[in-house]
DNA sequence: TTATTACCCTATCGATTTAATAGAGTAAGC
DNA sequence: GCTTACTCTATTAAATCGATAGGGTAATAA
């Protein structure tokens, strides 16, 4: 399940992206238009800003705004920093390995076979789409 | 994430599609074998007993099987047994659909479009893949 | 310089879900 | 009729999620 930090990370970003030039929009003006807390918008636009997606100016007449154009911002990217490992299961993961205790032999267990495939599949959506493709 | 449960449900699954006939195998030897809490196991054959896939007989020499042939198992049908929703959003469930209550519009939303592609390619995988495809 | 604006951070909270455990009940077979 | 092994209910601890509250701090305009 999507977390609704990242519906709403996505859907603040798709919001700045339809923005006309880089000024900065204030975090009130999103919340609103989008129907998120504020509050919660806050710490989400946050760990964005952190991870070089987003750029922020303080005082009157700041806000955030993006700092590269939406076409060079990757989903995998966007998604990494708002959801996590892509991967159903950290075994097949490719950023955020980890060994999985109960499994003797990774190379014939059948859920890391199937898993695999999923994040494959999922991996080339997230790598076919920029935050560009997401605005309508 | 995967749960515990869907990992669980599918190894032991493919525990008994390895099987060479269809001859009950006990929860215990199950549990041991996949590295399971036997209890929790228990649970979880129980849910694929109720839908169908396995059967159970008890007594002595009683246990679990499966119903159908590995290869007539697809997937698809296991994974929203275990797991639930394929979808990452109930808005483009196909199965468990629901509408986002902060959403006025599907066709402009981005978060809508972008999971409508993961979907289908998760889909696409799970359809491709039956029991039988798992077994090492 | 000063007041305002808006970002920044910490702490907390209730609700929900997850994974696991315990214990008793019930049906089938030898 | 007794054992075996499935069946069901209830409980629990831990973790996570979404949201809220409240104050602190830095930058900007006037």
Redesign the interface.
Known sequence: ??SKKT?YG??AL?FLAAQKGRTPVQISEIAKH???SQKFLESILLTLRKTGILGSKKGKGGGYYLIKDPKDIP?TTVMRVLEG?IA??PCVSLNFYEKCE?CPDEA????H???L??RD??L???RN?TLA????
């Open positions: 399940m999507l519906k996505l859907k798709t989008e129907n998120i989903m490992p159903m299961v109960d014939s267990c059948s859920v076979k199937l898993m495939q999923v599949s999922t080339e959506v997230f789409n493709d997401l605005v309508p």
